[in-house]
């Protein structure tokens, strides 16, 4: 449990980059005994969230002053797809939960002491469709509205939610933001989340039924997108100036590399054995298989190693202090959202090439490739909502920019 108010000072012991992942490596295995209840269930196991506490796993993004790590983004991805390489679902859950430390840290620092002040282990879910009905009250807003996809739900005591706030004057553009709840003001609705991938993430439906959510607890995406959130004054390093919506699109692409990861070694795993009934021919000496075993290791590495160098360059701009031009923004929102599709397609080349071996619920192949299709449904995953703003950015235009 934390003190009343935040730490004025660093933990007492930060571990490395290389600390972290290895903690995520260890826990591997475990992650892949739990995965079969873990879907079952429909939720990531209580089991693994201790285990992600006690790793530290969920302070990476924290700010320093709430005892977080406050480290360089890559290390929470790596950590991220690591965990993935165990169960996707769990993954995802890390990646999602664990990234909204840095969006709390943008919030007015009034909202961060009621989520933090009594105990900075507290952990946040979410679900952005703009789908929440918004009145304006005194000091505040009234809300309403049931939101899917609020991703670990169960497992968290606040949640953040998306509406657009309507115009006071007519002629007015509506507002975006995310608004922040405690479990009080919201029931969370576990039956309708009934997928055939990704089930174990308990992205459960939030219903709230006219709540009051004062003004200090909201976020403006304008203010995420310009880099003018109201939490950096307390919050005053430069992680905390990237783009929130980079930092959050990374969160829902990176647990594929995890999950693609899997489906590579399940393949090679189901290769050294399998010999076609049909054809007495040996999948170890099939040069078909070999070259979809090839493409998907390539060109999953060619990717990872893109999305590393994006946050070594967003990084360097915000401790140089400078803004980020918006066509490497574009490009890199392109590029994540790329991620799901390209790995999903070559999973799905590497399972037709494994016969009947494959489509068994008990293939360890199976699970990574339904997990892989369900993730490319996340709005963030479409490349195709980002080709707008990546013509845009390379004709020196700028067309919308709604989540860069």
């Avoid at 990237?242 to 290769?271: C, D, H, K």
Wanted: glycine content about 8%.
């Amino acid at each position: 449990m934390a003190s009343a108010v935040p730490s004025t000072t660093a933990p007492e012991s930060i571990p490395t980059h290389e600390e972290l992942v290895a903690r995520a490596r260890a826990m591997v295995p475990v992650l892949k005994e739990r995965a079969r209840k873990c879907v079952a269930d429909r939720d990531v196991p209580a089991e693994s969230i201790a285990e992600f506490q006690e790793a530290g796993f969920f302070k990476i993004l924290q700010p320093k002053r709430w005892g977080g790590y406050e480290m360089h983004p890559n290390v929470f991805y790596d950590v991220q797809k690591t965990l993935a390489e165990g169960c996707m679902s769990t993954g995802w859950m890390y990646g999602v939960v664990g990234c909204h430390p840095y969006e709390l840290a943008l919030f007015h620092d009034e909202a961060q002491q009621e989520v933090w002040s009594e105990d900075t282990s507290t952990l946040v879910s979410s679900s952005y469709q703009p789908v929440g009905k918004v009145t304006h009250a005194e000091g505040g807003y009234r809300l309403s509205g049931r939101w899917g996809f609020s991703t670990g739900s169960v497992h968290c005591k606040w949640v953040v939610l998306g509406a657009m706030v309507p115009p006071k004057n007519e002629g007015d553009a509506p507002d975006m933001r995310a608004f922040l709840l405690p479990r009080k003001d919201y029931t969370i609705d576990r039956d309708a989340w009934q997928v055939f991938g990704l089930q174990g993430t308990g992205s459960h439906d939030v219903i709230v039924d006219d709540v009051f959510v004062p003004a200090h607890r909201t976020h403006r995406a304008i203010d995420g997108f310009l880099c003018t959130n109201p939490g950096q004054k307390e919050n005053d390093g430069a992680l905390y100036t990237l783009p929130w919506a980079q930092v959050f699109m990374r969160s829902v692409s990176t647990a594929a590399f995890g999950g693609a990861r899997a489906a590579v070694n399940a393949a090679i795993e189901i290769m050294q054995s399998r010999v076609s009934t049909n054809t007495g021919k040996a999948s170890k000496a099939d040069p078909f298989l070999h070259a979809a075993i090839a493409k998907a290791h390539a060109q999953m590495t060619e990717m990872e190693n893109t999305l590393r160098l994006t946050f070594e360059d967003l990084m360097g701009y915000a401790e140089r202090g400078e803004p980020i031009p918006m066509e490497k923004r574009t490009l890199y929102a392109y590029n994540s959202a790329s991620v799901v599709r390209r790995l999903a397609d070559m999973v799905d080349d590497m399972v037709q090439l494994l016969g009947g071996r494959a489509i068994y619920m008990s293939s360890p192949i199976i699970q990574p490739w339904l997990d892989l299709n369900a993730g490319r449904a996340h709005v963030a995953n479409d490349p195709n909502n980002r080709t707008a703003d990546l013509i845009g950015g390379i004709l020196g235009e700028q067309p919308g920019f709604t989540f860069l």
